[in-house]
């Protein structure tokens, strides 16, 4: 046989071959769902992203192992590493998308505002759960997007009521000093308008303070001047090991970091383990457990741990493996409310964007889930796409964290117009219109 | 034009001043913090300098040398000799330094043999450009190696070197960073004296001077070359430590840090080491000063800038640097 000959034998098997494993494919495909993980397991923040991302596939992989997937319907997941890079992060959902993913989770604020526009475009829901564009917590004008189970700015606005609880009530911040040391961002100047919102109503004074990304090591100018203003309390909205230093120059300065509270990615073990009894009294916002409580822990150990896989077992039940677990719980109670209405087995990411609209979670279901102890009820609806879930406060207690105050309500009488507001100045930029028939 | 003039004049000069004026303790906490934080450039610089003066290659791998090295002896002690000996003593830190050492020797015998073999009597810039490539290649094999260990704490009770404030006449000051400033003293004079006075020295210096000469008057270049990239490794390791210590671990985010010690090499002069202190010194004292008081008007976040702008001023006017050799070449 010559070349020629078997060069278009081969030709022709590929012919026949392709359409053949294309459409084996395409029919184990409408078995399964896909949804696929953008993770930082490299780069500078890689500490907080290797845990979430361990979280997130270790669920997908407990639920597949003991239930068979959702409904009967297998769960195939891919990751996209993207290293907390924005573009490596658009990149990574453009590669997914033509997968039909049935929802996508950014994990990333910067990432997240550039699929906003897409999103609707491609029908993918995008769930950036505590994170993302606060304004999309208003589903009116954002439909394809969704932050529950609270948004940057109902978290500052719990704070606050927090702060007001421990001074003895919201009025007692008149005159108080309430500072803000962020990641110089997108995700860092998040929560800015709010709080000097507040400040107006409740008359505290406010000032911010910008870590830009190569000086998070460093902080010390920061700090001086904080300590010079001497506030009250201040707040934190860092990432990755800014978090750390902040807190280690909190104590240098003398700053009292029973005083310091830190948004909920200002949280994890490993801003505070390092430190160990050196970060004793730190505080930090949260929705869900900081530990290896429940359920679905031992599930996860059971089906997944035990039977040789899973990523690292030391990291279950930390705070931000617990995040990804938690976040990849909402997607699949999506799916599977959106299999349940569909009455079939796959579900394409409209009608789980639908079902997310619907979703609600009480304590019963999260129970029945293996979530009970692990995270509140949440109730999301076509206009509230986040849920306004109730913030909880934990502490470093020098080894571990936990829980000192649950349940601190955001001030939605505050942060719900200026959501709306904020909406329509964010729609209109993008050329929507208000959904109407949406409450 | 007069009003921006004056403007100019109350935002970086007069306001200042009077601050200053009003608050003198303030300021002077800022220097003493900007200082200790200029020895711990200074203390990245040297590695460079080492190396290009001995060499002649600007390494710009050095910093990540410097968290290498730091997460190797971090992943000895940890990971390998507590859990195996779990003496409390010291003894562990000591042989996980001595092992973080090897390693640092076995990385300059790979860059000896693969990288500054292959590439001898190249142009300055070809060499410059395979330490870019050093650079990346240990970043990525670091992650992979050490992934598990960033972001430790780095044993530093097992020195003995003690964390927390003190006070000097009411200025507070880091433990940490007076260390690194003491750690910073010895090594400067044991390098002068290396350089100055021993016949290792004088044949780096042969080297750096000229390649081929050095070779034929019988100095060993490929042993020259991996004994100066061993005493960097040393220095990356314990700048690597001292950064780790004041930061509170160590992790790869810590190369940005790292790399301020350019400018500080713009300032001082790529081949002097007492520049190279002083450069660290002017710049943490500097960036310290301008972001503290030009920040209402400039804005935060002077830091991040501050030094590159210094360094490029430098350059316009004395490109040798503030200590540098001044080059005169024959047309």
Known sequence: MNIRKLGLRILAAAFVAVPVWEASVTAAQADSIFIPQASYRTGKYSVNGTPFANGFDDYLAMLNVRDGGIEGVTIDTEECEFGYVTDKGVECYERFKSKKPVAYTPLSTGVTYKLVPKAAVDKIPVLSSGYGMSAAADGRWFPWVFNFPTSYWSQASAFVRYIGELEGGLDKLKGKKIGLIFLESGYGREPIPLLKKLAEKYGYEFKDYSVPGKEMEKQQAQWRKIVKWKPDYMLMWGWGNMNRVAIRRATEFGFPLNKFIGVWWSGADSDTKPLGKLAKGYRAGNWHAPDACCDVHKDILKHVYDKGNGHDKAMVGQVLYNRGVVTAMYITEAVRDAIKANGGKAVNGEQVRDAMEKMSIDAARLKGIGFEGFTSPIKVSCADHEGSGPVVIQEWDGEKWVIIKRDVKPLTDVVRPMLEAAAVTEGEKLGYKKRDNCS | ?331
Not at chain 2, 21 to 38: E, H, K, R, S, T
Not at chain 2, 145 to 152: C, D, Q, R, T, V
Request: aromatic share 12%.
């Open chain 2, 1 to 331: 034009m007069l009003e921006f003039i004056i403007g100019l004049y109350e935002g970086f000069l007069a306001n200042p001043a009077v601050e200053i004026w009003q608050d003198p303790a303030y300021f002077i906490q800022n220097v003493a913090g900007g200082l200790m934080v200029g020895i711990l450039y200074s203390l990245v610089a040297l590695g460079y300098v080492l190396i290009y003066k001995a060499s002649g290659v600007f390494n710009f791998a050095q910093p990540m040398m410097a968290i290498f090295a730091t997460l190797a002896l971090i992943m000895f002690h940890d990971k390998v000799l507590f859990p195996a000996i779990g003496t409390g003593y010291g003894l562990t830190i000591v042989l996980a330094i001595i092992g973080s050492m090897v390693m640092m020797l076995i990385l300059a015998l790979l860059v000896e043999r693969l990288m500054l073999r292959p590439l001898v009597n190249q142009p300055e810039i070809i060499l410059f450009m395979a330490t870019i490539g050093l650079y990346y290649f240990l970043e990525g094999f670091g992650e992979t190696m050490f992934n598990k260990i960033a972001n430790s704490p780095v044993p530093m009770e097992s020195l003995g070197m003690e964390i927390g404030p003190f006070f000097v006449g009411g200025v507070m000051f880091q433990k940490v960073d007076a260390t690194a400033a003491a750690v910073a003293a010895v090594m400067v004079i044991l390098l002068a004296v290396m350089f100055q006075k021993t016949s290792v020295g004088r044949a780096l210096r042969a080297v750096a001077d000229d390649h081929q000469a050095a070779l034929s008057v019988g100095i060993p270049l490929s042993v020259m070359w991996v004994v100066v990239w061993v005493v960097a490794g040393a220095v990356a390791l314990v700048s690597g430590l001292m950064w780790g210590a004041s930061a509170g671990a160590v992790d790869f985010g810590m190369v940005f840090v790292a790399l301020k010690a350019l400018p500080v090499l713009i300032l001082g002069g790529f081949t002097s080491i007492p520049g190279v202190i002083i450069g660290g010194l002017i710049i943490g004292v500097g960036e310290r000063i301008a972001e503290i008081y030009w920040s209402p008007y400039l804005g935060d976040s002077i830091e991040s800038w501050f030094a590159y702008i210094l360094a490029l001023i430098v350059l316009i006017y004395r490109p040798e640097g503030l200590f540098g050799e001044k080059l005169i070449e024959r047309i």
